[in-house]
């Protein structure tokens, strides 16, 4: 009996100790998350009102078709030719994360060494950014920087995954703004621009050295696809606008002024229009030099087409709302057959593209096709109206000096080609009459862009005979220098750049037909000389009135009024998508 009782009173005893035990720890958990939350709230505090570090942005996943980066307003990224807009998005590991920031350091050593680390980490990342030099292509570091700073940005590049970005000097840019469309003026004008995958245009800008054997695309594509500035220590041009800019960098300098377009929208029900940033010419020029066969060269083609198809605006009207622009002519883009020894890709002739618009240097003027000819880019890139009137004003006054000029070479392998006639007419008429800028084994001048308007500028009829192909970039930077174009064929401008060109073609040039020099019946300097002094100061007038629907002012000009070949271009395309839209209307009433 006296045992039982014991034993129960232990038991009540090792209850009560437990409970207690159970409060006393229960109690001291509590008390250590409070303080834990207590400091978290205040880490979170200090974060939020800190600013985040500009460090390296990760850039945008390839693979990752989807994913909405965030938009981030850099104009330091003009540098590299891709605008002033840099996509922002997370790795596709880290993509559920917390975005992480970064505190301001508070004072003493650990914040010292913190801000030491995060120093190295800028430094190795802008390391990969190499110079090229702007004469030899190689690359090299700013002259100001420290021996220390070039060796750990050497350390950093060599730690760098992928391929080093290449770039240029780096110029003063003015600064970026956010544009922010008028509805009531935007009405019928908003565009829709696709984020998409980097392997589209920013690789391709980011692989420059790869693009071409013979010119360094990477100084070509800088300053937002302008190129270098022109450096004119004779005083031949402005300090001002002017960059020697190559004829194949359209591409990325379209991109970069749509993306200041002032309706340019996120929300793609309210487009008119659906603009494909896609880098055709750029991304076929890194094939068509080595041998590679016709299933690559069209990789790239028939995966945005395939992208494109996917997407909820592809099937608004089947991509006939769609356009783009490929910065090489048509023929670059329509290989009939699928033989490796045939030139180009069959990007015109795919079944998706088909029902686009695809914007080229020169139209194949197929009768059923979707190519259009939009103006070479020329040297000139004004960023005001105030460029474009000085401009204009000095062309006028200027003294010319030559009756007619030719810039270019024979065409040994093209027996048609009249190129060889006109030479030699040129040599063999009197002083001062024709001025000749040949271009061969010694006619590196042919690729000054000094030379060559200090050419155009002197003369007062600029001959464009056929090339390569029908048209000539030389033809537009004539017209920048007031010289009256003279054509041999009307495929050559006439029936090229509808939207930007008088209807009337003889109010500005002066066509001879090529069949008459090529048979020896013209003699070019006698029809010249031929032509009212009056007749000539007129079509002159009209040639400098032209100059602005020709050029594509520099994507970070703002408050311009005149329109450039930019927005030419923009009303053209959005006049024929428009045409359309009202005619699949009309049928659809009609089957009702």
């Not at 783009?324 to 998706?352: C, H, K, Q």
């Not at 003294?399 to 030699?424: K, M, V, Y």
Request: charged share 30%.
């Amino acid at each position: 009996m006296e045992r039982a009782v014991w034993s129960a009173c232990h038991r009540r005893k090792f209850w009560l100790v437990a409970f207690a035990g159970f409060i006393f720890w229960s109690g001291l958990i509590l008390l250590f998350n409070s303080d834990a939350m207590a400091a978290k709230k205040e880490i979170l505090r200090i974060a939020s009102s800190a600013p985040v570090e500009d460090g390296v942005i990760p850039s945008t996943d390839s693979e990752d078709d989807d994913a909405v980066p965030e938009v981030v307003i850099r104009s330091v990224d003009l540098d590299l030719g891709r605008g002033d807009t840099v996509t922002k998005e997370p790795e596709k590991e880290a993509r559920n994360a917390p975005v992480k920031r970064t505190r301001p350091a508070a004072k003493g050593k650990k914040s010292k060494a913190k801000a030491r680390g995060s120093s190295k980490k800028r430094s190795a990342a802008a390391s990969k950014a190499k110079k090229p030099d702007a004469e030899t292509g190689n690359s090299y570091v700013e002259k100001s920087k420290s021996p220390s700073k070039v060796k750990e940005q050497e350390a950093g590049a060599r730690s760098g995954s992928g391929q080093s970005v290449e770039s240029v000097p780096k110029v003063k840019e003015p600064e970026m703004e956010i544009i922010r469309p008028d509805p009531i003026a935007c009405a019928g004008r908003y565009i829709y621009m696709p984020r998409l995958p980097r392997r589209f245009n920013e690789d391709l800008i980011r692989n420059c050295r790869s693009l071409s054997p013979w010119t360094d695309m990477c100084a070509v594509l800088s300053n937002a696809g302008l190129g270098p500035r022109i450096e004119n220590p004779e005083n031949i041009l402005p300090q001002e606008g002017w960059f020697a800019t190559d004829q194949f960098s359209l591409e990325v300098i379209f991109h970069n002024r749509m993306k200041q377009y002032d309706c340019l929208t996120e929300n793609s029900s309210l487009a008119s229009a659906v603009f494909v940033p896609y880098y055709a010419g750029i991304d076929v020029a890194q094939y068509l030099w080595f041998n590679s066969s016709a299933r690559v060269r069209d990789a790239g083609m028939r995966d945005l087409t395939r992208w494109l198809r996917m997407k909820p605006e592809w099937k608004v009207m089947r991509g006939k709302d769609h356009f783009m622009v490929a910065g090489r002519i048509g023929w670059d883009f329509r290989r009939e057959y699928e033989s490796d020894t045939d030139w180009g890709t069959n990007l015109l002739l795919l079944p998706e593209s088909r029902n686009m618009m695809i914007l080229v240097l020169e139209s194949t003027l197929i009768y059923d096709g979707n190519d259009y000819a939009i103006p070479y880019p020329t040297y000139f890139h004004p960023t005001s109206d105030l460029e474009v009137e000085e401009w204009q004003n000095r062309t006028r006054r200027l003294r010319r000096e030559f009756l007619f000029s030719f810039a270019g070479g024979t065409r040994p392998d093209r027996p048609n080609s009249i190129r060889g006639q006109l030479i030699d007419q040129c040599k063999s008429s009197p002083k001062q009459r024709c001025k000749l800028l040949e271009c061969g084994k010694n006619g590196s001048k042919c690729y000054r862009p000094v030379d060559l308007m200090q050419l155009f500028q002197n003369s007062v009829f600029c001959l464009q005979p056929q090339g390569d192909s029908y048209t000539r970039r030389s033809s537009f930077d004539s017209i920048l220098g007031g010289c009256i174009p003279v054509f041999f064929h009307s495929g050559s401008f006439y029936e090229q750049y509808k939207w930007h060109l008088p209807e009337d073609h003889e109010r500005y040039s002066v066509l001879i037909p090529e069949d008459d020099v090529r048979k020896g019946k013209v003699n070019v300097e006698e029809v010249l000389s031929k032509i009212p002094t009056k007749r000539v100061w007129e079509m002159r007038e009209e040639v400098i009135r032209m100059i602005p629907s020709v050029v594509y002012a520099d994507p970070r000009a703002r408050g311009m009024v005149f329109d450039d070949a930019f927005n030419i271009t923009i009303k053209g395309v959005m006049g024929r998508i428009g045409r359309i839209r009202n005619k699949e209307r009309e049928e659809a009433e009609v089957g009702r």
